[in-house]
């Protein structure tokens, strides 16, 4: 079965770090690109960083660049977010997502349930 | 604020046709993909490409574009298609953005 499934989530005072995963299983895990997404709650879905099959390309929301880091550890399957100087704002349910590609389309075509983020004082 | 524009909210009655549509710059030179996300779910994918709906994904479930214009339709709606739609592509510097989602009710 084709999954995804993040960890790490939690609570965090702002200012503070946290570092999140995913473990993809049922697909050739560097055959994709792969993204952070994430939901505010009550809110829209919002891209929150990319990157390519091999960790040599990788691409930020404004909101998080220069905060945020994506990586990748293709032995391990595994995918990473390493959030740091946390904001309120960033408080979501964050999801991970496999990035299918053509030349002029993506897909977001498998997802995590998420793992939820609440930077709070 | 995001560079691609979706009706908040859009309405049809059970059995008839519904389109929902999605605007940006980036739509003329990149197809846009489309995701139903239910209460407390995760969003699904429903329609990507030129028009490539994934395995599962009912045919009554369609897309088409048209300048900066992705349109998601949906031909004979049903109760169980009640749900937020999103679009998404690229914006000006490559970088992926979702539309703000459109709330279908099937009325």
């Known amino acids: 079965e084709v999954q995804l499934v993040e960890s790490g989530g939690g609570v965090v005072r702002p200012g503070g770090s946290l570092r999140l995963s995913c473990a993809a299983s049922?697909?050739?895990?560097?055959?994709?690109?792969m993204s952070w997404v994430r939901q505010a709650p009550g809110k829209g879905l919002e891209w929150v960083s990319g990157?390519?099959?091999?960790?040599?390309?990788?691409g930020y929301a404004d909101s998080v660049k220069g905060r945020f880091t994506i990586s990748r550890d293709n032995a391990k399957n595994s995918l990473y977010l390493q959030m740091n100087s946390l904001r309120a704002e960033d408080t979501a349910l964050y999801h991970c997502a496999r990035v299918d590609s053509g030349a002029d389309w993506d897909a977001f075509d498998i997802w995590g349930q998420g793992t939820m983020v609440t930077v709070s004082s | 604020s995001s560079e691609l524009t979706q009706d908040p909210a859009v309405s049809v009655a059970l059995g008839q046709t519904v389109r929902i549509t999605c605007q940006g710059d980036s739509l003329r030179s990149y197809y846009a993909s489309w995701y139903q996300q239910k209460p407390g779910q995760a969003p699904v994918l429903v329609i990507y490409?030129?028009?490539n709906r994934p395995s599962g994904i009912p045919d009554r479930f369609s897309g088409s574009s048209s300048g900066n214009t992705a349109s998601l339709t949906i031909t004979g709606a049903q109760a169980e298609d009640e749900a937020d739609y999103y679009c998404?592509?690229?914006?000006?510097?490559?970088?992926?953005?979702f539309g703000g989602g459109t709330k279908l009710t099937v009325l």
């Open positions: 490409g030129k028009n």
């Open positions: 990157i390519n099959w091999n960790g040599g390309s990788t």
């Open positions: 998404n592509s690229r914006d000006s510097s490559g970088n992926h953005v």
């Open positions: 049922g697909f050739t895990f560097d055959d994709y690109g």
